[in-house]
Nanobody, 127 residues
Framework: QLELVEFGGGSVQSGGSLRLACVASGITAESFGIAWLRQAPGTEREGVSCVTDSGDITNYAEAVKGRFTVSRDDGRKTIYLQMNHLKPEDTAVYYC????????????????????WGHGTQVTVSS
């Protein structure tokens, strides 16, 4: 069975950087793309970025384009989200999720496109 666990959240000043990691376990984890989504207080979850199973395609929400970079390791079971030039509006709980239907090849993966979730990691950006 698949399990997703997020690491790397924390508090940072505006303009700073954080690197999140999503560790996937399970014999099929390497065969699927992974999406990053976030949920700010009082809001619905929104897609942030995604990467396909092979890592050949990535997509980003307009709000983070040029600041965030998603990648996965050679074994395809650890997925990273490098976040640079962070802004207070980036404050949210960040989740990784299984892109079960390969939606990342079409665009940014949204909540309705995913099935399996991690438990999230908090990112707080202060001004």
């Amino acid at each position: 069975q698949l399990e997703l666990v997020e690491f790397g959240g924390g508090s940072v000043q505006s303009g700073g950087s954080l690197r999140l990691a999503c560790v996937a376990s399970g014999i099929t984890a390497e065969s699927f793309g992974i999406a990053w989504l976030r949920q700010a207080p009082g809001t619905e979850r929104e897609g942030v970025s995604c990467v396909t199973d092979s890592g050949d395609i990535t997509n980003y929400a307009e709000a983070v384009k040029g600041r965030f970079t998603v990648s996965r390791d050679d074994g395809r079971k650890t997925i990273y989200l490098q976040m640079n030039h962070l802004k207070p509006e980036d404050t949210a709980v960040y989740y990784c999720a299984l892109d079960a239907h390969d939606w990342c090849r079409k665009g940014v993966v949204q909540e309705e496109n995913v099935v399996y979730w991690g438990h999230g990691t908090q990112v707080t950006v202060s001004s």
